[in-house]
Nanobody
């Protein structure tokens, strides 16, 4: 059973940066696409970033493109989300997920393992 644990969340002022980490245990992320999603208060969970099994391809929604960067270190069994130029609307719980495929996806269906999430709060 793969367990994913997110870390690195916190409170930051608008314009600041945070780096989220996702550590996998009990299994590997090698050979699988990975993704980051977020859920803001009162809203549906939404896609933030995804990366293919080699890290060769990444995808972002327009809302974070150019500000967020997903990366991975398969040797360490970790995935990262570098978030720059943060805005108050980025406030949410951020989740890491492993996809049951080598490829990334913007759709949360098809991700078979999820972390518990880490809170990111951006103050104005």
């Amino acid at each position: 059973q793969v367990q994913l644990v997110e870390s690195g969340g916190g409170l930051v002022q608008a314009g600041g940066s945070l780096r989220l980490s996702c550590t996998a245990s009990g299994g590997t992320i090698s050979g699988y696409g990975m993704g980051w999603f977020r859920r803001a208060p009162g809203k549906e969970r939404e896609f933030v970033a995804t990366i293919t099994w080699t890290g060769g391809s990444t995808t972002y929604p327009d809302s974070v493109k150019g500000r967020f960067t997903i990366s991975r270190d398969n040797a360490k069994n970790m995935v990262y989300l570098q978030m720059n130029s943060l805005k108050p609307e980025d406030t949410a719980v951020y989740y890491c997920a492993r996809r049951a495929s080598r490829w990334g996806s913007q759709n949360e269906y098809g991700y078979d393992y999820w972390g518990q999430g880490t809170q990111v709060t951006v103050s104005s």
